[in-house]
C-alpha cells in the first residue's frame, strides 16, 4: 500500500482549510506521528484527507480501527457490555484498547489486505510503545494523534500541522 495526498489546499469543515505544503506519501507498515497544538487539524486531517485519500486509493479490503479523543465514552459502553455480556471484566482504558486491537485482529487478520490503526490523542491511557511491542508481529500501518512531537524514535515519520489563522492550517513532513 502507497498513498500519495499531493500538495494543495483541502477544504475542512466549518470554514477551515489545510494546506499540504508538499506531497505526502503513506507507507504501508509505516509509523507516523501527527503533531501540532489544538485545534490546529490534526484529528480532521486524519478523518477527512487521510481516509478519503485511503479509500480512494487502495486496492482490496483496508480495515481501520480508530481510536479518537473521547475513548472514555467508548470505554464506558464496552465496559458495561462486556461485563453484562461477555461476563468480563474490563478494569481501564488501557485494557479496553488492547481487547479491542486483540479481537479486531483475529477476526480481521485473514480477510483483510491491510490494517490501519489512529490512536488519536490517547497517548494518556496507553503508551505507544506498549501498542507497538505487542503487535510487532502485524503489518499494520500507525497514526498517533498527539499535542506533543516526542517520541521520535518510535515514528519512521512526523507529519506536522501548524495553526496560521483562524481559517488556515499548513502541514509538513519531516
Excluded at 4 to 26: Q, R
Excluded at 58 to 85: H, M, P, R
Excluded at 91 to 113: C, G, K
Aim: proline share 1%; hydrophobic share 35%; glycine share 6%.
Amino acid at each position: 500500500m502507497q498513498i500519495n495526498i499531493p500538495n494543495g489546499s483541502y477544504s475542512l469543515n466549518a470554514g477551515m482549510s489545510l494546506k499540504v505544503a508538499e506531497d505526502l506519501t503513506i507507507h504501508e507498515g509505516c509509523r507516523y506521528a501527527i503533531c501540532g497544538a489544538n485545534g490546529s487539524g490534526k484529528s480532521s486531517f486524519v478523518r477527512n484527507i487521510l481516509f478519503h485519500h485511503i479509500q480512494k486509493q487502495c486496492k482490496g479490503t483496508v480495515q481501520y480501527l480508530y481510536f479518537d479523543q473521547e475513548i472514555a465514552s467508548q470505554y464506558y459502553y464496552t465496559k458495561a457490555y462486556f461485563s453484562y455480556k461477555e461476563h468480563r471484566k474490563i478494569n481501564n482504558v488501557s485494557d479496553f484498547i488492547f481487547l479491542t486491537l486483540d479481537l479486531h485482529l483475529r477476526q480481521n487478520i485473514y480477510t483483510s489486505d491491510k490494517f490501519i490503526l489512529v490512536l488519536d490523542e490517547t497517548d494518556k491511557y496507553v503508551p505507544t510503545e506498549k501498542v507497538l511491542d505487542r503487535f510487532s508481529s502485524h503489518s499494520l500501518t500507525m497514526f498517533n494523534v498527539s499535542h506533543r512531537g516526542d517520541g521520535a524514535t518510535t515514528y519512521s515519520h512526523h507529519i506536522n500541522i501548524i495553526r496560521e489563522n483562524e481559517t488556515h492550517a499548513v502541514l509538513q513532513v519531516s
